[in-house]
């Protein structure tokens, strides 16, 4: 971002439409039309095409999709008549507070719409301190934040691997066996696992019906990449993954490289299971020392969401779980900020659980899976049933042609930290949360 742009001192009025004047306008509105979501999401495939990552978490890409609470605010920022800017405000956390996320076209950087915009979530969002996220620890980003009264809180990891290095065999405990989710049957069971195996992460662990269903509408939800751990007909574990990059054909599903060999047993028989119709039953043995259905991290989520744990999801606790990294609702509430101008390394990089083919521009890398999330009934926990669901997933995405896989963690997560590393991921990037004041400047 240029220097001039976090020192910019223009203030942006308020409007109910497009702006054709010189002076730039806000308008502050709930449910978007048809055309205006087109819009938004044109600008956001600029953005990501300049700036090498998606500036916006999957939460607030599936609230423009198909809306999302009556509640939330949709700021779309005009300059000469075209939308240079769009902010996304999510009220609804009532203890994190309300969080927020915008971006502005890269053609209309250097002008100081950042700061304007960054001002217009604090003050829609009222007497609260807002929450924005960045992604990617960069200069640019640190001064607009700092330019608008935030202050560094969270960071969150990035971390990836390659999928072509060695991968271990899962290691299934007795009585365990793995299938994959079946759509309109196990969302009941799993909505109930996972608000358990997330009690400590309210975004994640809140998720409802309603949740679910908008990410089986999505263009990336495959349920053959979905893995759910039973124990006498009852789910106790699930890793479900994702791909970004679509459009890109990718090869099905090798039942070789999915669980088998040593302390498993993989029966054959129609209908759901692993991919090819197939289930795995554990014959032996614990597995892991490392247990993943504790708590990881994500957000984004995707999403801003919960907080990283050894699950999947927002990581702060040293467990074994994983909630998508992303957006309010994915995992930490917390909102992203979208670096206002240059600085941005050049090269693919994936936003927190978004999807990475939202904008029309397209992804502009090769596919990449992502540990979604990764949850594990406590009862379960200590069995090291998180770290062979985890490898199990790993497995699937390497069979599915990919070359890379990622997740999200808290930096403070250490515990979380050393299972992926002793996985074979390490650190790739970091994404930075601020806290700012509230209109009336308290912290």
Known sequence: MPEDDAASSASAGSSDGPGTGGQPEISVRGRLTEVEVATVLALVGGATEADGAGPLSEHVMLHLRYGGDPRARNLLLYSSGELAGYAHLDPTDPVEGPSGELVIHPAHRGQGLGLQLTRALVASAGRLPLRLWAHGDLPAATRLAVAAGFKRVRALWQMRRSLQARIGRPQVADGITIRTFVVGRDEEQWLELNRKAFARHPEQGAWTRADLDLREREPWFDPDGFFLAERGGKIVGFHWTKIHGRGIETPGSRVADLPGGPGQELTGGPGPGLPGGHTAAGQGGSGGT???????????????????????????????????????????????LAPHGAGRPAGPRAAPSADLGAGPSGHGHEPIGEVYVVGVDPAERGTGLGRALTVIGLRYLRSRGLFQVMLYVDETNTAAIGLYESLGFSHWDTDVMFSGPAVDGTA
């Open 290 to 336: 490392a247990d993943a259905g504790a708590a990881a991290e994500p957000s984004a989520q995707h999403a801003p969401a919960a907080e990283p744990s050894a699950q999947h999801a927002p990581a702060t606790e040293p467990s074994a779980q994983h909630a998508p990294a992303t957006g309010p609702s994915a995992q930490d509430g917390a909102g992203r």
